[in-house]
């Protein structure tokens, strides 16, 4: 892949400080690129000079700031990941995206345009040779997700469980499974966040709804803190962190869970990093936890999210469906219809 000459770079930031127009009233072009020089995104000098290029094949206004916004999203994740060059782009980094994108609650139709217009940039980065024409060999698709969220049946939780030889990684994947909190959540807990002698942990700030809620450690996800604990760099602030990293990123996360499927023989099984909290508001569930309860340790706003579960996982209405079908099939209802 030819790198980017620093004639390219040179020509491409001074695309971006250029404005279409110096008098009258502001264009699109101009509010976007307006807005863009204020952030501190990796390769903003390329989306400007992508979004002008968009700008003078003359797409409406609409189109523009849609495309803005999708790119910036995916940038702003990409950043997040700890990752400052658009050249060391990779496949996996458009799928993580994804998968945060619908993490996030972003409807499949929402998700799907967001990377129908992050395609069309990276189409672009491939001709201008900045990045690989690999990446976008075979196309991302989205699938129309399930009505209902998908959970871990209990016997591949165990199976995958038992091939987690790290200490932290098992440590991460248990907290998961037995608090309910998202990937993202997760990954901004800190140290002085968690009280391991009450197992709690205090999330000051939902990923979805920006509420704060406190959840709780079961007997199995203490123990394996406590082994991470013993071992981890004291002087680091938050729980979980990665090789060079103050804290771990999204993507690594989130490769991390994908080896150990495939290391557990689950991978044909269609899970992701997203089915560890979906097992645990099923497992609750069926435990016989109330709607209301289960409502507050997931941190969703609206119980209707909540009942997505219930709809799922209900084995009291399970139960009493062919309890009732007994009595009908031996005959026992009378009267007529």
Same mark, same amino acid.
């Given at each position: 892949?030819?790198?980017?000459?620093?004639?390219?770079?040179?020509?491409? /930031?001074?695309? &971006?400080?250029?404005?279409?127009?110096?008098?009258?009233?502001?264009?699109?072009?101009?509010?976007?690129?307006?807005?863009?020089?204020?952030?501190?995104? +990796?390769?903003?000098?390329?989306?400007?000079?992508?979004?002008? !290029?968009?700008?003078?094949?003359?797409?409406?206004?609409?189109?523009?700031?849609?495309?803005?916004?999708?790119?910036?999203?995916?940038?702003?994740?990409?950043?997040?990941?700890?990752?400052?060059?658009? #050249?060391?782009?990779?496949?996996?980094?458009?799928?993580?995206? &994804?998968? *945060?994108?619908?993490?996030?609650?972003?409807?499949?139709?929402?998700?799907?345009?967001?990377?129908?217009?992050?395609?069309?940039?990276?189409?672009?980065?491939? $001709?201008?040779?900045?990045?690989?024409? *690999?990446?976008?060999?075979?196309?991302?698709?989205?699938?129309? +997700?399930?009505?209902?969220?998908?959970?871990?049946?209990?016997?591949?939780?165990?199976?995958?469980?038992?091939?987690?030889?790290?200490?932290?990684?098992?440590?991460?994947?248990?907290?998961?499974?037995?608090?309910?909190?998202?990937?993202?959540?997760?990954?901004?807990?800190? &140290?002085?966040?968690?009280?391991?002698?009450?197992?709690?942990?205090?999330?000051?700030?939902? #990923?979805?709804? /920006?509420?704060?809620?406190? &959840?709780?450690? /079961?007997?199995?996800? +203490?123990?394996?803190?406590?082994?991470?604990?013993?071992?981890? %760099? +004291?002087?680091? $602030?938050?729980?979980?962190?990665?090789?060079?990293? %103050?804290?771990?990123?999204?993507? /690594?996360?989130? !490769?991390?869970?994908?080896?150990?499927?495939?290391?557990?023989?689950?991978?044909?099984?269609?899970?992701?990093?997203?089915?560890?909290? !979906?097992?645990?508001?099923? $497992?609750?569930?069926?435990?016989?936890?109330?709607?209301?309860?289960?409502?507050?340790?997931?941190? !969703?706003?609206?119980?209707?999210?909540?009942?997505?579960?219930?709809?799922?996982?209900?084995?009291?209405?399970? $139960? #009493?469906?062919?309890?009732?079908?007994?009595?009908?099939?031996?005959?026992?209802?009378?009267?007529?219809?």
């Amino acid at each position: 892949m030819t790198q980017t000459t620093p004639a390219v770079k040179q020509s491409l /930031s001074s695309e &971006v400080e250029r404005l279409p127009y110096q008098h009258g009233p502001q264009t699109a072009i101009d509010r976007i690129l307006e807005k863009l020089s204020g952030m501190g995104l +990796p390769g903003k000098e390329l989306l400007g000079c992508y979004m002008r !290029h968009k700008w003078r094949l003359n797409h409406k206004p609409t189109t523009l700031f849609n495309s803005f916004k999708a790119i910036e999203l995916f940038l702003t994740f990409y950043h997040s990941s700890g990752k400052r060059r658009l #050249e060391n782009l990779i496949k996996d980094d458009l799928e993580a995206f &994804v998968e *945060h994108e619908q993490d996030r609650g972003t409807k499949i139709t929402s998700a799907r345009t967001r990377l129908m217009y992050l395609i069309g940039f990276l189409r672009f980065l491939i $001709e201008q040779n900045i990045i690989s024409e *690999h990446i976008l060999k075979r196309t991302i698709r989205l699938r129309l +997700p399930d009505f209902l969220p998908r959970a871990m049946n209990p016997g591949d939780v165990r199976q995958l469980i038992g091939v987690i030889g790290n200490i932290r990684d098992r440590a991460l994947i248990l907290v998961l499974l037995r608090t309910g909190m998202r990937i993202g959540e997760l990954l901004k807990i800190k &140290v002085n966040d968690l009280d391991i002698r009450e197992r709690k942990m205090h999330l000051f700030e939902g #990923e979805k709804n /920006s509420l704060g809620r406190v &959840v709780y450690l /079961s007997d199995d996800a +203490p123990f394996a803190v406590r082994l991470w604990l013993a071992k981890r %760099d +004291p002087d680091k $602030e938050f729980l979980f962190y990665g090789q060079g990293r %103050d804290r771990l990123v999204y993507s /690594s996360a989130r !490769h991390l869970f994908v080896k150990y499927l495939s290391r557990a023989g689950l991978e044909h099984k269609g899970y992701t990093v997203h089915a560890l909290p !979906h097992t645990f508001a099923s $497992e609750l569930l069926n435990a016989g936890m109330r709607l209301e309860c289960l409502q507050q340790l997931l941190g !969703h706003h609206n119980i209707e999210m909540t009942r997505r579960y219930a709809r799922l996982t209900d084995k009291t209405r399970e $139960e #009493e469906y062919f309890r009732a079908m007994a009595v009908i099939e031996q005959g026992g209802i009378d009267g007529h219809y």
